[in-house]
């Protein structure tokens, strides 16, 4: 993690990471002013903290109550060595505790991560650069090792090749990039999360059997996302780049709607409007893109190459973001290796849409299959052992596909997971199912999953398949785990060179009836390709162009933002315009509009029903204002201050509402209760001298939004890059040539 620091007044000094803010001081007696604790006190509190979190973890996932545990830390320091200290945490249990918790929770403290980097001994390497940006990748610890040279299957450079280059790609951009974690809790199987340092919003997993397998999966992921836009979906970008020359690619075209909103001629093709456009309700309105929310400009569209005959068919991005999300995007050493990887993962997800939604039961890969790929078997040999009943799947539905599938049963909570992964070659497949149950997760981690359940209706719910789709968290069926299997075991083998798997993998796609259309992303010095098969490939339903679109932000953003502005006309009209459009009131602002807010302010927790509750009151409409409280502080789930502020304001209007009551005869008990900062806040909100409380001033240009900021600083580098190198000769994606990262 980059922390950066900045100096403030006297010995003050501030640390700013992510969303957070830490001020440090010294004490007046080393000439501080004593306004914070010394870094030297955050240190010490951080192990307490972090052995406190480890005990809650085990105590949450036992259903024990915390409420009489107490735990606590001194430091004993050597009188002949002050570096060399002893950290004695003790922790007091109640007395009703059974013995197995008790041993349990002194383990707990055991795995505390600030203890076991101080233990191993962390190294400090100091440097003076030249620039705190400059050498990008300095953070990602992991380089190859000599000379040497390993190949994986699917791969046409050596993994130690392939890191040099992504990451040369990376540095090219300026994105600063750092490994966030690591995971090897099961043999074969690593993980790790990567982000960029400057825009931690920018983030990728990896996976692999080997550590640079899995940085090279979490490089090519982040190499994918940025060309793909990925990172960005659904964001604003602001007004400078919604009116540059182009907006997402050199290559994207602007159509303007018919005067009747008609959809304009020359996007999609008569294929794509049969499956997106079947009943004539798609409007140009609804293709308006998010990003931008340049109206005038029209739709924005993108070139994909149709690949049954070559033909270019502008998609407008607006249907992607909405309908596909990371589904169809890959990086690669070549072109050839990305389409493979492309179209598995395509056959991947929906293979396994449909085994969950008709509650297919997978015939198991015979022992002596598995025998035949040891690392495998060790990996599952150990989640076995940690009391993880472990299913390895065929998924192949009868050797159609290259998909397997490598379920894990939960015991302790009765939850199941059904990982599942794809590659001409069975190995891989299962390597990759693998590795995706394990990516990012912890032994406490696998205590999250859902039971199976014998209700279809949960199973085929739409909404089923997108929680599956993004972290294999939805409902599986019961009849899933029958020992009698619908198809037959295969040990398939659809191997062979790139160009020849990728080849094949586009004859299974088209042999069902589909057409796929590839755009490839190649400016940056990496081949990167994204494939979209239309009525196959989409993860949201077609119906959310129309009834779900992200670009109903449009119709609030620029209110929302320019909130304080607001005369009482305009407040008036956005909470009509809200409610009118029946959007859940639970939907978060940022959804809704676009605008990454700090997650630890008001606005990062502002729901529509929020919103509409702090209008009410700037326009002093006090019944609907208190329906709303009420509301508010039955369901919804914010922080204990804005609780407590809505409890005290619910008070304040009920009586404001009665004509027999006096405001000032409760309001030194009030006080008493809730604080005095609070209740000004509160009678402040109520008589109109406090609007909008807790809501900083903002406006189109993003002041003060500085997580957004940093978003679009990020999407400046990728945009900068793509105008630097765009080409006014464009090649179609089916005569790129293959080229090496």
Avoid at 176 to 202: F, G, Q, T, Y
Avoid at 304 to 316: A, C, M, T, W
Wanted: hydrophobic fraction near 40%; aromatic fraction near 10%; include cysteine.
């Amino acid at each position: 993690m980059e922390i950066n620091v900045n100096y403030l007044d006297n010995l003050r000094v501030e640390a700013k990471f992510d969303d957070f803010s830490v001020i440090a001081d010294q004490p007046i007696r080393y000439k501080g002013d004593g306004s914070a604790p010394g870094p030297f006190d955050y240190f010490l509190a951080s192990s307490a903290l972090c052995a406190a979190y480890f005990v809650k973890v085990y105590c949450l996932a036992r259903d024990i109550p915390t409420d009489n545990i107490r735990l606590s830390q001194n430091n004993i320091v050597d009188p002949e060595n002050r570096y060399k200290q002893i950290f004695r945490i003790q922790v007091e249990l109640p007395d009703d505790l059974p013995e197995k918790h008790r041993k349990g929770i002194v383990r707990s403290i055991d795995r505390c991560t600030v203890k076991k980097v101080v233990q191993t001994g962390p190294d400090f390497q100091i440097e003076i650069v030249d620039n705190l940006d400059g050498d990008a990748q300095a953070l990602l610890m992991t380089k190859p090792e000599g000379e040497a040279n390993t190949y994986i299957e699917g791969k046409d450079l050596p993994l130690e090749q392939t890191i040099a280059n992504m990451t040369a790609i990376l540095a090219d951009l300026g994105m600063k990039i750092e490994i966030a974690s690591w995971r090897n809790i099961v043999p074969h199987v690593w993980s790790l999360h990567m982000r960029d340092a400057a825009s931690p919003m920018c983030f990728t997993n990896g996976k692999g059997s080997t550590k640079e397998s899995a940085l090279c999966s979490a490089l090519g992921e982040f190499i994918e996302r940025l060309n793909c836009n990925f990172f960005y979906n659904d964001q604003f970008f602001g007004e400078e780049i919604a009116n540059s020359e182009f907006v997402h690619y050199p290559r994207e075209r602007w159509f303007k709607p018919g005067p009747n909103d008609e959809l304009p001629e020359g996007i999609l093709d008569a294929h794509c409007l049969a499956i997106y456009n079947p009943d004539g309700e798609l409007q140009g309105s609804n293709l308006i893109d998010t990003n931008s929310g340049n109206v005038k400009r029209g739709i924005c569209a993108l070139p994909f190459e149709r690949h049954s005959d070559g033909e270019l068919v502008y998609f407008p991005t607006n249907l992607i973001e909405n309908l596909f999300l990371s589904n169809g995007m890959s990086a690669g050493n070549t072109l050839p290796e990305a389409q493979v990887q492309c179209l598995s993962e395509i056959l991947e997800r929906a293979v396994k849409k449909q085994i969950i939604q008709e509650e297919i039961a997978l015939p198991d890969v015979p022992m002596h299959i598995l025998e035949k790929y040891p690392d495998i078997l060790e990996g599952v040999q150990a989640l076995e052992a940690q009391g993880f009943p472990i299913l390895v799947k065929d998924a192949s539905l009868g050797g159609q596909f290259p998909v397997a599938c490598v379920t894990l049963m939960n015991p302790k909570t009765g939850g199941v997971f059904a990982s599942f992964g794809a590659h001409p070659t069975m190995k891989v497949a299962l390597e990759r199912s693998l590795t995706e149950l394990m990516q990012g997760r912890s032994f406490e981690g696998l205590n999250d999953f859902l039971p199976p359940t014998f209700n279809s209706l949960a199973i085929t719910e739409p909404n089923n398949y997108v929680e599956h789709f993004i972290d294999s968290s939805g409902v599986v069926s019961w009849r899933f785990f029958s020992a009698k299997a619908d198809v037959e075991f295969h040990e398939w083998d659809f191997s062979g060179t790139n160009e020849e798997e990728a080849a094949c993998l586009f004859s299974m796609i088209e042999d069902m009836g589909h057409e796929v259309y590839t755009a490839v992303y190649d400016e940056l010095g990496a081949p990167v390709c994204r494939m979209l098969v239309p009525g196959y490939s989409e993860v949201y339903q077609v119906e959310d162009l129309i009834w779900d679109n992200t670009n109903r932000a449009l119709d609030y953003r620029e209110d929302i933002l320019n909130l304080h502005t607001l005369n009482d006309e305009q407040l008036a009209a956005l909470v009509e315009r809200l409610e009118e459009s029946q959007i859940d009131d639970y939907t978060d602002i940022i959804t809704l509009i676009g605008i990454e807010f700090d997650e630890n302010t008001v606005w990062g927790q502002l729901t529509i029903l929020e919103l509409k509750l702090l209008i009410n009151l700037a326009l002093q409409q006090y019944e609907d204002a208190l329906e709303r409280v009420e509301m508010f502080l039955q369901f919804n789930d914010n922080t204990v201050e804005r609780g407590l502020f809505y409890q005290a304001m619910s008070a304040v209007l009920e009586i404001t509402l009665d004509d027999e009551l006096e405001l000032g005869d409760y309001l030194f008990n009030l006080r008493r209760m809730f604080g005095e900062e609070t209740m000004d806040a509160v009678v402040g909100s109520v008589d109109g001298s406090v609007r909008f409380y807790g809501l900083t001033p903002t406006n189109m240009q993003l002041e003060g939004l500085d997580k957004h900021l940093r978003l679009i600083e990020s999407y400046k580098k990728l945009h900068a890059a793509r105008a630097a190198r765009h080409s006014p000769f464009t090649r179609p994606a089916s005569s790129q040539t293959p080229e090496t990262l």
